[in-house]
């Protein structure tokens, strides 16, 4: 796969591009810019059960103890819900104590979509009940320790983490 190239801890990690998002094996294949504008290898996340979601979302402090963590992936594409800047969305976040991390708008669907959210959308426990496109905000995906899409929750589904999830 060809891709660049993030170093940390002293090891050095490939990250999928927008053209080969299709043979990435697992999230730790991709970066996102977080809201300050640095490329953010998904690596760090190795090995934690994580949920990554397209809108701000509230879950308890005690989840991130438990090994949670909650990507959120501000985007404008539905109703124009999120019209404002990085730095406006970061400070409407800090409003709600959002104590996850918070990465720049992007497009969840169509050409110009996300290459992490084209993927996992692609993946077999990642797929939409009428087609794989999201529908609205709030759609999460949970996604296990190893950087699998273990379940795809709808805009009104409550994606409550049973604890057998947070030790996949």
Request: charged residues 25%; glycine residues 10%; hydrophobic residues 35%.
């Amino acid at each position: 796969m060809s891709g660049f190239y993030h170093s940390e801890n002293g090891k050095k990690y490939i990250c999928a591009q927008m053209k080969d998002w299709q043979s990435a094996k697992s999230i730790y294949e991709f970066s996102a810019k977080d809201i300050d504008g640095n490329e953010v290898s998904l690596e760090k996340y190795r090995g934690y059960v994580c949920i990554i979601v397209n809108v701000l979302a509230e879950m308890h402090a005690s989840l991130a103890e438990k090994g949670l963590r909650i990507l959120g992936f501000p985007c404008n594409q539905f109703g124009g819900q999120e019209p404002g800047t990085e730095a406006e969305i970061k400070e409407f976040a800090k409003g709600f104590n959002a104590d996850f991390d918070l990465f720049s708008k992007i497009d969840v669907n169509g050409d110009n979509a996300h290459p992490l959210w084209k993927w996992m959308k692609a993946q077999p426990k990642g797929k939409g009940t009428f087609g794989n496109n999201i529908k609205w905000n709030f759609t999460k995906f949970l996604i296990n320790k190893e950087g699998q899409v273990v379940k795809r929750y709808g805009p009104t589904d409550d994606p409550v983490v049973r604890q057998k999830y947070l030790h996949m």
